[in-house]
Antibody, heavy 121, light 113 residues
């Protein structure tokens, strides 16, 4: 059974940094691209970032480019999102999701339950 | 960026009736490598993560009831629920995965009349 479990969320002051983790199990982690999608309170889904199967290619939304860094540790079956210079508008539930593809980001067939990030003073 | 626009924003349908949600992309999302449209549909119930329903515009994900179907090509797509059930109350999103950023539609809230 595929499982994706996010952690690392919390309350952080504007300008601060936070690292999210997503522990993956139930599939060959190194064979699939992965992604982060966020959802602000009462709002729709926003794609944030993606990474290819071996980590050679990374992709970012303009809203986070230069502030967020996606990475993966294949030995630990874990996806990360390093977030810095956080703003109030980054407040959201952050979901990690598995792509159906390897090098390309296709549709997302499995999602975690999400972790809440709140940026506030 | 490809802009995805869904219509309507909300929809109220009687049990057993058909529900239709539309999605329009600002650019063609036909993936030339396999001649398929890079369009997915997701269902999100309150307090839950999104769930994949349809991919490649018309392929139903394993385990999804066959009352859900997807159609369309190029820039215009439709999600149809043939006979609405109580458990179908949710917000539905389309998403293009043709190019990054992989944009979502704004969502359509489906309720029962």
């Amino acid at each position: 059974e595929v499982q994706l479990v996010e952690s690392g969320g919390g309350l952080i002051q504007p300008g601060g940094s936070l690292r999210l983790s997503c522990a993956a199990s139930g599939f060959t982690f190194s064979s699939y691209a992965m992604t982060w999608v966020r959802q602000a309170p009462g709002k729709g889904l926003e794609w944030v970032s993606g990474i290819s199967d071996r980590g050679g290619s990374t992709y970012y939304a303009d809203s986070v480019k230069g502030r967020f860094t996606i990475s993966r540790d294949i030995s630990k079956n874990t996806l990360y999102l390093q977030m810095s210079s956080l703003r109030a508008e980054d407040t959201a539930v952050y979901y990690c999701a598995k792509s159906a593809g390897a090098t390309r980001l296709y549709y997302f067939d499995y999602w975690g339950q999400g972790t809440q990030v709140t940026v506030s003073s | 960026d490809i802009v995805m626009t869904q219509s309507p924003d909300s929809l109220t349908v009687s049990l057993g009736e058909r529900a239709t949600i539309n999605c329009k992309s600002s650019q063609n999302v036909l993936y030339s490598s396999n001649n398929r449209n890079s369009l997915a549909w997701y269902q999100q119930k309150p307090g839950q993560p999104p769930k994949l329903l349809i991919y490649w515009a018309s392929t139903r994900e394993s385990g999804v009831p066959d009352r859900f179907s997807g159609s369309g090509s190029g820039t215009d797509f439709t999600l149809t629920i043939s006979s609405l059930q109580p458990e179908d109350v949710a917000v539905y999103y389309c998403q293009q995965y043709y190019s990054t950023p992989h944009t979502f539609g704004q969502g359509t809230k489906l309720e029962i009349k």
